[in-house]
């Protein structure tokens, strides 16, 4: 049975050999990346800030953005930093349409996953519009390819976007929990499944967490007993 499944991916592997998930260059069959994006890739422990795993100097203790503004969410679970190999493998989901991108970062994502594996997986929405122009939600896109690793369930509209908002690129954590206020409601059908549910709430990029915190908040209020943030990366500079 292996040399017949080597016999059939041969043409394939010369046809469609695999490339790097950020710079694109073909690369073996193991792996996502080449060598020197890998080594760019700065992975994140799991002992960070006690609310959201922030790296800080003393472990255990509360960053100073959680201390002044405690975090509507039980958590963050990051596979990344947001550097230059990690954000170019996100622009290629949203803006290059690649649906192999959100199954690189589920592979990365699953080992924070399976620590909850009674939790379901419920993707940060988009608003209708924005759905329509870039015509999928790439949140959704990679719950899914988690899904199809872990058997955790997806709830795909448990949340919904019912007012459009500006986008928060760019804007400052103050600015982009104003911009977000209001904007994210759950789905009433969806309600009498999250009673007492553990929810991983998923999405590519964690910055501020204005986002996150009204999806948590949203949640709990229908009944969710406790929401986490799964995602890709998250960005560790306050500078956005």
Avoid at 20 to 34: D, E, L, Q, R
Avoid at 82 to 89: E, W
Avoid at 187 to 192: E, F, G
Avoid at 197 to 210: F, H, K, N, S
Wanted: with cysteine.
């Amino acid at each position: 049975m292996g040399l017949f499944r080597k016999i059939v991916e041969m043409p394939l592997d010369f046809a469609l050999p695999r490339r790097c998930g950020s710079c694109g260059i073909i690369v073996g069959k193991t792996g996502h990346f080449c060598a020197p994006c890998w080594q760019s890739l700065r992975f994140l422990p799991d002992s960070g800030c006690l609310r959201c795993n922030a790296p800080v100097d003393i472990a255990g203790s509360v960053c100073g953005p959680c201390m002044e503004t405690v975090p509507r969410h039980d958590g963050v679970l990051a596979a990344v930093d947001y550097c230059d190999v990690a954000k170019s493998l996100v622009y290629k989901l949203k803006y290059g349409r690649k649906p192999g991108a959100s199954r690189v970062m589920a592979d990365f994502m699953y080992r924070h996953a399976q620590r909850h594996p009674q939790s379901a997986l419920v993707p940060v929405p988009l608003h209708r519009i924005r759905l329509w122009t870039r015509g999928f939600n790439q949140s959704l896109s990679i719950a899914r390819a988690l899904a199809r690793l872990t058997g955790h369930e997806v709830l795909p509209t448990a949340l919904v976007r019912h007012k459009r908002t500006s986008p928060l690129e760019g804007l400052g954590r103050r600015d982009r929990a104003r911009e977000v206020a209001g904007a994210i409601r759950v789905s009433d059908a969806v309600k009498p499944r999250l009673q007492g549910r553990d929810i991983l709430l998923v999405d590519d990029v964690y910055t501020t967490g204005a986002t996150a915190n009204v999806c948590a908040q949203a949640l709990k209020k229908a009944g969710a007993g406790s929401v986490r943030v799964l995602s890709w990366a998250r960005v560790l500079k306050d500078d956005v």
